[in-house]
């Protein structure tokens, strides 16, 4: 059985080969027909991938703009936030530097003010009746026939001039003669200026010296300033001749000198 040949091994390799050789003539007879129409479809398939293609394109660019979009929005976000950052720590810095200096502040203003208290009561020591100077406002007096008087400050270029405005009162019975000196004084208790209250200071058109009773009149003028400063503090001395010169002359007299 091993020396006899195999046949039907062989007639199946000679029909495979036929087929084989077959096929080739069987493409060469394809009709011009179904060739063209394989070319048409391809053409086809190439017309629609081109839109595909390119809608493609479209859809990944429009991602890379999105993409780049969001990059920078996050890139401004970011410098915002570290600005903001950075503006809000410095105001808290410098409200914590505004609350030290407020706070030394308050300190040195209550130490100033317990050193002009102690320098008040020193120079009040040594000159009794000083009172402190005061600008454009009344002060009141209330002493004698003093009612009030207001102090003014004028300013002219470098020359500084200043003024009062004194208002007498009598409110007794009996015709006074009024005798009123205003005197400055700086920070130290040291004088720098006076004036003499006279009756051409009246701002009323009266040259008398004596105040009847019930009579109101004010007086205007300069302080002489005898030496350079500020002043700080004012003293009225006043005194009350309560009969003119001529009234004890005539009763030293006996009434020989007529009125």
């Known amino acids: ?112 003010e317990k050193v002009r208290s102690e320098r008040d009561a020193m120079v009040k020591g040594r000159i009794p009746d000083l009172s402190p100077l005061r600008f454009d406002e009344a002060i009141p007096i209330g002493e004698n026939f003093i009612r009030n008087v207001i102090f003014t400050l004028v300013r002219n270029g470098n020359t500084t001039i200043y003024e009062y405005r004194l208002v007498l009162s009598n409110e007794g019975l009996s015709v006074i003669r009024p005798e009123v000196e205003i005197f400055l004084f700086n920070e130290l208790g040291i004088q720098i200026g006076n004036a003499h209250v006279q009756a051409g200071n009246a701002t009323t058109n009266v040259s008398r010296v004596t105040l009847e009773p019930g009579e109101v009149r004010s007086y205007s003028d300069t302080i002489d300033m005898v030496r350079q400063g500020e002043p700080m503090y004012f003293l009225i001395n006043s ?15 006996g009434d020989v000198v007529s009125p």
Not at 24 to 37: T, Y
Not at 42 to 64: G, L
Not at 103 to 112: F, H, I, Q
């Open 239 to 253: 005194s009350n001749k309560e009969k003119p010169e001529s009234d004890a002359l005539r009763e030293h007299l």
């Open 1 to 112: 059985m091993h020396g006899k040949p195999d046949y039907t091994t062989n007639q199946q390799a000679m029909a495979i080969s036929t087929q084989t050789i077959k096929k080739p003539a069987q493409a060469a007879n394809v009709p011009a027909g179904s060739a063209m129409d394989t070319a048409r479809t391809y053409t086809r398939r190439k017309r629609r991938s081109r839109p595909s293609y390119h809608h493609q394109v479209k859809i990944r660019r429009y991602k890379f703009l999105i993409a780049g979009i969001v990059i920078l929005f996050l890139l401004i976000y970011i410098f915002t936030l570290l600005h903001f950052s950075g503006e809000s720590n410095r105001h808290q810095q410098n409200t914590i530097q505004l609350r030290k200096l407020e706070t030394s502040l308050g300190k040195v203003t209550t130490e100033l």
